[in-house]
């Protein structure tokens, strides 16, 4: 499969979506001071917080992220990107209802981010929520549904990745929603259950941008030049 300039973009949009979201996470959650942050307690949206003091009646924990702006504005970035991937390797994922069925999910994933970063929890609870819910739980049996694209289109060829990520990021969301941590605390839960989609679009990003570019046929180019 040859690549168009416009897939190439989207390719590469999605290499770097994953980065911007790990990095600030480290970043941010090293600025944490008394409690330091922890991967395993604390949750993803924990960093995003705006005010300090106690959250979740679920699990109580004192939460203080002073770089929370670093943290929302990486979220936004991520989104953005995620999106962008989406929509410029559209045509170039395959056809057919199971691939646009899985797109549309992918699509609504990378909307929750969005959402997300734009409503953190200790401002507007319910759309923070509802983010949360598009990213592991639309996004990610969208993810599973990509694995299950036909051998004849581009998903179908990485087929093996896809139905680890979405197989993974499925047992992370039921056993995060459970509140079972499995030895990793129920906050490194939650990154199984976040953290495959952008994982896997950096890998089939780069797995793309490795593609040939698309070269213009003989016939094209003949018309091209008039």
Do not use: K
């Amino acid at each position: 499969m040859n690549l168009n300039r416009t897939g190439r973009t989207g390719a590469l949009c999605w290499v770097v979506a994953a980065p911007i979201f790990l990095v600030a996470s480290l970043v941010t959650g090293l600025r944490w001071r008394q409690p330091a942050y922890s991967w395993a307690t604390h949750n993803i949206s924990d960093l995003g917080n705006v005010h300090c003091g106690i959250w979740d009646t679920t699990r109580p924990r004192y939460v203080c992220s002073p770089w929370h702006p670093l943290m929302n504005a990486a979220m936004l970035t991520t989104a953005v990107l995620l999106a962008a991937g989406l929509l410029l390797t559209w045509r170039s994922l395959g056809r057919g209802g199971l691939v646009r069925s899985a797109q549309t999910l992918l699509l609504l994933a990378a909307g929750g981010y969005a959402l997300a970063a734009r409503y953190p929890a200790d401002v507007d609870e319910n759309l923070h929520v509802l983010g949360a819910f598009l990213i592991m739980g639309l996004g990610n049996v969208g993810l599973l549904l990509a694995g299950f694209a036909p051998n004849t289109t581009v998903l179908g060829r990485w087929r093996a990745l896809t139905l680890a990520a979405g197989l993974t990021a499925l047992a992370g969301t039921v056993l995060f929603f459970a509140q079972e941590g499995l030895g990793i605390g129920v906050g490194g839960m939650e990154r199984v259950a976040v953290l495959p989609f952008p994982t896997w679009a950096c890998c089939l990003g780069a797995l793309l941008a490795e593609t040939p570019a698309d070269r213009p046929t003989p016939n094209q180019s003949a018309a091209a030049r008039g």
